[in-house]
Nanobody
Framework: QVQLVESGGGLVQAGGSLRLFCAAS????????MGWFRQAPGKEREFVAR????????YYADSVKGRFTISRDNAKNTVYLQMNSLKPEDTAVYYC???????????????????WGQGTQVTVSS
């Protein structure tokens, strides 16, 4: 079992920055890929970013590429999402998720992930 707890969300003006945190506990954290997703009101949950177990591989949705950076610190069991140049359309609940399949591949579907946190709200005002 894995527990994931997100934090760092809040209200920010367009053009601003936020850093999200995902703290993991339970099953070994350092051997699995992690992802960030988001869900805006009335919309489906969408992929944002993914990072390999070592942090050496990352992948981003086109909508956030160049603005968001995913990283991890396995010693602290934490995954981060640095969000810069935020836009109103980035407003959503942000979720982190753990993928316990072995090997690295691009997995952007929510059903490819085994565990989820409860989310943190990010609101970007115009």
């Amino acid at each position: 079992q894995v527990q994931l707890v997100e934090s760092g969300g809040g209200l920010v003006q367009a053009g601003g920055s936020l850093r999200l945190f995902c703290a993991a506990s339970g099953r070994t954290f350092s051997n699995n890929a992690m992802g960030w997703f988001r869900q805006a009101p009335g919309k489906e949950r969408e992929f944002v970013a993914r990072i390999s177990w070592s942090g050496g591989n990352t992948y981003y949705a086109d909508s956030v590429k160049g603005r968001f950076t995913i990283s991890r610190d396995n010693a602290k069991n934490t995954v981060y999402l640095q969000m810069n140049s935020l836009k109103p359309e980035d407003t959503a609940v942000y979720y982190c998720a753990a993928d316990f399949r072995t090997g690295w591949s691009i997995r952007t579907s929510f059903d490819a992930y085994d565990y989820w946190g409860q989310g943190t709200q990010v609101t970007v005002s115009s």
